[in-house]
């Protein structure tokens, strides 16, 4: 939900915000589904040759700019060579309605039958305007704000010529260590489903004949979360269950709800690639759940498939890939080299292509290609839309919503918390280099945005008080960073140390803002250690030796083992990575002007050791604790995680009573219990309920989250939330693909986070 009350931070107009934002909003109202004529496509598919439909299949890199290896067979003189003979049927990585229209009007005036291209982008959290992360939007848990932010993600990008968006990537992932963990929703298979279908939702809006929308992807298809040891494209090797319950429902929903494009995948599953894979995208994908768009591959994954040791050769690579169902090949030059021969030499039947090219016209038909190719390409839209104010306003709203406060304890001697900041002019030492970094916060997947355009913490603080001072310690990186290199850390140099601890010292308190370079998380940007990277940890103790007044702020990609913080800094604040208005939302926090309102996504380790650490695990045989060692844990740390799942605090507090569940009507168990606001402030909860599954013929795990509300509660006040569980959720895949609802007993919780609550139990007759 837009919070349309200005924030007196956000320099933009209040008419044409509200206007602007009215009609972001409006989009959403009436559902229109394109009619498409599946005549129209027939008959175009008649008069193609196959060369031409070889070419829809087809999907080329923009010759500009990079998300991956860069082509060893991307030149582009060829590639326009290609696009005039009709042999290409998308792009990827053009942007700007000049370029975009200079590539359509080729495909357009130049091909022999004139089909217009499709053009995607990483339109991942925002283009221009940066909203957070998607983890940190995740944390959020707020449906309708993280639908706003994809819409307006999909109204700048479209005004900036794109069409197609290549997200939500909705891979679940347990593992921190894994650097896409910012580019989902985290741990959970019901939340991130939920988020997932939001952002389809945004991206897609009601209409995909309107020129503000765009086709959303729902990717890596599948298990591309469960790389092993974190290590981005490596071996994915998972049960059937986790298969089942954990990776593939959120797709399911996704297909269920519209999504025009899914993309496979890097890794392998059972050994066999995700590109090459017929069991996921015919029998699963397109027979089992009628999935009707299309899929791309991911980046040369199709031509990986020869270092996977699955192909022997590009031509294999194209045979095998269009046999399971690859519909367009990203970047891997295999069917524009080979499909039209393994098509006259029957290694690949025609009707598999003609599939292929139905599915991709399909979805051109639908966006209203072929009755304005141009519709995106509109020069003044897209001056008036690119980072329009309503775009700011929206982002701010997002991003205060996703912080998380972690720890806030009292201080000996003031009788209160360090947060919220007494508007008192208190004098404040501001350290790290992260506080005055205008680039880390808007995170590593911000292509299509421009570098340094975050407002950052430092900017945000002055627009609160004047009384503070900034010292920044010690570089976090060293040198150029980019994209597509790999972030250097400064792992040495502390000579800035001396003056940060002086102006510690000489400060009433101190705000230090410490986490991860926004190009450490982010594909192909794994760690083994999850720790506060370079000398940062060494700050944060030499400044807490001369001064304990410390309000930690982290700015990191993916959650963070953060133990001894958590022992000794009295007040933490998760800030992910929040776009472009992130010193406006952290101010905002840290100032009390909005109530933090955040709940994790993913679990915060105590020790990189526990990972992977979540909350939905299955009961061992020897959970314990028990006196001797016979029983699951480790040696030198606890089982419990740093922070859980679901868990964030408020500045007031909420206390949840009287669980009641009526499961009168078994098809649909009601669950009832009172929120209470017990501060002395104002604030928003998440109210969260899980379920187990007691006894069954696959184990479930010992929680599962099935359902949420956010709400607001003024201090005082009380309210009923309640939830109702229905075969959906009640139910299960057993280990043969099949949804099943098993009687028993069930226990149930109501409450803020994944450890705490309310609880009761049922008999499912
Ligand atoms: C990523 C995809 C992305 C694609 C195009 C790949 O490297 O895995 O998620 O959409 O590049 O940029």
Redesign the pocket.
Same mark, same amino acid.
């Given at each position: 939900m837009i919070n349309l009350s200005i924030p007196k931070t956000a320099g933009c107009l209040l008419i044409i915000c509200l206007v602007h934002i009215n009609s972001i909003v409006k989009a959403q109202n009436s559902v229109k589904e394109p009619v498409v004529q599946e005549e129209k496509i027939n008959s175009l598919l008649q008069k193609m040759t196959l060369e031409e439909k070889v070419g829809q299949m087809n999907q080329y890199n923009g010759f500009w700019e990079i998300?991956?290896p860069a082509p060893k067979d991307g030149d582009a003189k060829k590639k326009y060579d290609h696009l005039r003979k009709g042999m290409v049927g998308a792009v990827?990585?053009v942007k700007g309605t000049e370029n975009v229209r200079k590539l359509q009007e080729i495909a357009v005036k130049e091909t022999r039958l004139g089909i217009p291209l499709l053009f &995607?982008y =990483?339109v991942i959290h925002g283009h221009k305007t940066l909203f957070p992360i998607p983890l940190g939007e995740a944390a959020s848990w707020d449906l309708a704000a993280i639908e706003t932010s994809a819409r307006t993600a999909a109204i700048e990008a479209s005004a900036a010529g794109i069409n197609w968006t290549?997200?939500p990537?909705v891979d679940i992932t347990r593992d921190a260590r894994w650097g896409?963990v910012m580019?989902g929703a985290g741990e959970d298979t019901y939340l991130g489903t939920k988020i997932g279908l939001a952002r389809i939702k945004g991206f897609q809006g009601d209409d995909l004949a309107a020129n503000n929308t765009i086709i959303a992807?729902a990717?890596?298809f599948a298990g591309?979360g469960f790389a092993e040891a974190g290590r981005d494209y490596n071996t994915v090797d998972v049960g059937t269950s986790t298969l089942y319950n954990t990776i593939l429902p959120p797709f399911k929903a996704a297909v269920e709800a519209g999504v025009q494009t899914v993309?496979n995948?890097?890794n392998t599953l059972n050994g066999v690639p995700a590109t090459g894979n017929k069991w996921l995208q015919r029998d699963i994908l397109k027979d089992a759940w009628k999935f009707n768009g299309f899929v791309v591959s =991911?980046? &040369?994954s199709g031509m990986e498939m020869i270092d996977h040791g699955f192909a022997a050769n590009l031509k294999q690579v194209a045979e095998q890939s269009a046999n399971a169902g690859s519909d367009m090949d990203?970047e891997s030059y295999a069917y524009v080299n080979h499909l039209k021969e393994l098509v006259e030499t029957g290694k690949v039947d025609i009707k598999l292509v003609d599939d292929a090219v139905r599915r991709i016209l399909r979805v051109k038909y639908k966006l209203g290609l072929f009755d304005d190719p141009y519709k995106y390409c509109d020069a003044a839209r897209e001056k008036e839309l690119i980072y329009n104010p309503a775009h700011a306003v929206a982002a701010l709203d997002v991003a205060k919503r996703s912080i998380v406060l972690l720890k806030n304890t009292y201080v000996k001697g003031s009788g209160r918390p360090l947060l919220p900041l007494a508007k008192n002019q208190q004098k404040i030492g501001v350290i790290g280099a992260l506080a005055n970094d205008k680039n880390s916060p808007l995170g590593s997947w911000r292509i299509g945005s421009d570098d340094n355009t975050a407002v950052s913490v430092l900017e945000g603080l002055k627009k609160y008080s004047s009384n503070l001072t900034y010292a920044k310690g010690a570089d976090l990186a060293i040198g150029k960073t980019d994209f597509i290199n790999e972030v250097k850390i400064n792992e040495t140099d502390t000579s800035g140390f001396k003056e940060a601890i002086q102006l510690a010292s000489n400060s009433d308190m101190v705000i230090m803002v410490l986490g991860e370079h926004g190009f450490q998380s982010g594909?192909g940007r794994s760690r083994t250690k999850l720790n506060l990277p370079g000398v940062q940890q060494q700050l944060l103790e030499a400044v807490y030796a001369v001064n304990k007044n410390i309000v930690l702020v982290l700015m990191n990609g993916r959650p963070l083992a953060i133990t001894w913080a958590d022992e000794n800094i009295p007040s933490i604040v998760e800030t992910w990575q929040l776009g472009s208005q992130t010193g406006h939302a952290i101010a905002q926090v840290l100032y009390g002007d909005y109530n933090p309102s955040g709940k994790l996504p993913m679990t915060f380790p105590r020790s990189v050791g526990q990972v992977p650490v979540y909350y939905n695990t299955l009961n061992t045989g020897r959970p314990g604790p028990k006196p001797e060692v016979f029983w699951s844990h480790y040696g030198d740390e606890s089982n419990k995680p740093l922070y859980p799942f679901g868990f964030g605090l408020s500045y007031t507090s909420f206390a949840y009573s009287n669980l009641v569940i009526n499961d009168a009507n078994p098809a649909a168990v009601k669950v009832t219990a009172t929120v209470t606001n017990t501060g002395k402030l104002d604030g928003e909860e998440v109210a969260q309920l899980y379920m187990r599954d007691k006894v069954a013929s696959v184990v479930r795990p010992v929680k599962e989250l099935k359902g949420f509300s956010k709400f607001s509660l003024k201090a005082g006040e009380a309210r009923q939330v309640s939830f109702t569980l229905t075969a959906a959720e009640l139910g299960f895949y057993d280990n043969t693909g099949t949804f099943v609802l098993e009687p028993g007993d069930f226990d149930l919780m109501i409450g803020g986070n994944s450890v705490e609550g309310v609880k009761g139990s049922f008999t499912l007759k």
């Open positions: 998300t991956g990827l990585n &995607g =990483d290549f997200a990537m896409r580019e992807c990717k890596h591309y993309m995948s890097f =991911d980046w &040369g990203m594909e």
